[in-house]
C-alpha cells in the first residue's frame, strides 16, 4: 500500500463518485460491497471526512450499525470496463442474498486503520471512522428530491413505508493505494 495525501487525490474523487464507487463495510465477519454514487469529501471537526448516503433497508446500514467503520474504493483514472461491471453489479444486487466478493472475483485487503477491507480491484482507498451519524427526515427535503424515496413494503408492518437514507460522516483515518 502507498500511503497518499487524500486531498492530491480530490479532483479524482470528485470525477469518479457520481460514476460509481464502491462502499465496504463489515460486521459479525461478513464483509459487504455497495456501489455509490452520493458522498462528498470534506472538513468537518478540523479534520478530513467522507460523507455517504446508505438507504435505511440496506445491507450496508445493518453493517454500519454494528460496525461504524468503512471503507470507500474507487478506481484509479477512468474505470475499466470490469469495473463498470462490478459497479454495476454491487448497485444491484444485496450482499444479504450473494457474497459479491466470490462471486465477482473481488479480493479483500486488509485494513491498516480499520476492520473493514479495501479491494484490490479498486486501488484508491480511503479509510473511515463514523463520526456523525443521522437519518434523512424525508418531510425536510425538498418536494422536488422527495420522489427519490421509494416507497417499500416492510414486513411485519402494514402499508408502505419510504425508504429514507442515513447520513454517516466518517473521519478519513487512513489513505493509500492498493499495489
Not at 33 to 38: A, E, N, Y
Not at 57 to 62: A, H, I, L, Q
Not at 63 to 78: H, I, M, Q, R, Y
Not at 103 to 121: D, N
Request: some cysteine; proline content about 4%.
Amino acid at each position: 500500500m502507498k500511503k497518499i495525501d487524500v486531498k492530491d487525490y480530490a479532483q479524482q474523487i470528485f470525477t469518479q463518485l457520481p460514476k460509481g464507487a464502491l462502499l465496504n463495510t463489515k460486521a459479525d465477519g461478513k464483509s459487504n460491497t455497495m456501489t455509490i454514487g452520493w458522498g462528498g469529501l470534506g472538513t468537518d471537526f478540523q479534520k478530513t471526512v467522507f460523507t455517504i448516503y446508505v438507504r435505511a433497508s440496506r445491507f450496508s446500514k445493518e453493517l454500519l450499525d454494528k460496525n461504524a467503520e468503512f471503507t470507500v474504493s474507487f478506481p484509479l483514472g477512468e474505470a475499466s470496463e470490469e469495473q463498470k461491471k462490478i459497479l454495476g453489479v454491487c448497485g444491484t444486487k444485496s450482499g444479504r442474498n450473494m457474497d459479491k466478493f466470490k462471486e465477482l472475483g473481488l479480493h479483500e485487503v486488509k485494513g491498516r486503520e480499520v476492520s473493514t477491507p479495501a479491494i484490490k480491484e479498486f486501488p484508491l482507498t480511503l479509510e473511515c471512522k463514523v463520526v456523525f451519524k443521522q437519518q434523512k427526515k424525508i418531510a425536510l427535503v425538498a418536494p422536488e428530491y422527495q420522489g427519490v424515496y421509494p416507497m417499500l413494503d416492510i414486513e411485519n408492518k402494514v402499508g408502505k413505508v419510504q425508504d429514507p437514507h442515513y447520513v454517516f460522516e466518517g473521519e478519513v483515518v487512513n489513505a493509500y493505494i492498493v499495489e
